[in-house]
């Protein structure tokens, strides 16, 4: 019984994920620029995890090369996807962004394939394939009316939480809290996209009530509520059976894409995203069978 609340958690989590990218496309048409709506993000949910850290009384520390390290992950992985993707829905559809962005289990496998050395298993390739699939019927062609500059910060997005994603499941990280790790990930963050907004002169003062309203929801629910309901369900159900229910995100994304913001969508659009979500289930599933046959061998 108890593993249905880690299916649950899981899937709120994805929903609110998936919310949180309609929220973004509102809050441009309130006025907010990108940096603002990152700037909102990462600040007020950094406050927040810092008065959940006090509230449950976890340790802060960590040593000078996980700082070193988190704060690298920090600028290129988490600030720099959030940056790109944020931005990628100026100029294309939500569904299709959150889509495209969802082709990091994919780089992941390639990024393990040629730095660790992991072989490619007959799962894994036949996901990589559908993924290149799915992305040319994303964006091929035929979509030629598609912003490809949008389309190439969703990639690179995806590209960069691959990056991010190898780089924190290193065994540096083994005996840091999650919440902790995610705080420090934050303050980076924030200081990189509000110095990215000062450079880029984008960072917009005169915002309305509505704007700032959205903003402060974003980073509630994308700081704090999605990733603690994810975090709990990874630890009911653990982390590959989380990763298959996020790719509901997109999904979410997309239906209320169409409903809300009236996005278009196609019969090529559906194929592609099909595609790649089987493309995220079976890499999935192929690390949870590996997963498995290492415990084996262990005992």
Known sequence: ????????YSMISAVLFGIQAILAKIAYNNGVSTTNLLIFKF???TAMLFSYI?????DFKINRKQRNRLIFLGISGYGLTAFLLFLSYQYISVGLATVLHFIYPMIVTLLAFMVYKEKLKI???VALILSV???????GEGHLHINMKGVGLAL???ISYAIYMVGVANKLFDDVNNYVMTFYLSVVA????????LINNSIVFSINKSGIIIGLIIACISTVIAPMLLLEGIRIIGPSNAAILSTFEPIVGTVLGILILQESFTIKIAMGSILILISVVLVTMANKN????IMCERE
């Not at 019984?1 to 649950?8: D, E, N, Q, S």
Request: proline share 0%.
């Open 1 to 8: 019984m108890k593993k249905i609340y880690g299916v649950i």
């Open 43 to 45: 600040f007020f949910g």
């Open 54 to 58: 006090l509230v449950k009384n976890i």
């Open 123 to 125: 799962h894994k390739t």
């Open 133 to 139: 699939v799915g992305i040319y019927f994303l964006v």
């Open 156 to 158: 690179i997005s995806g």
């Open 190 to 197: 924030t200081i990189f996209v509000i110095s990215l907004g």
């Open 290 to 293: 590996e997963e498995k046959e």
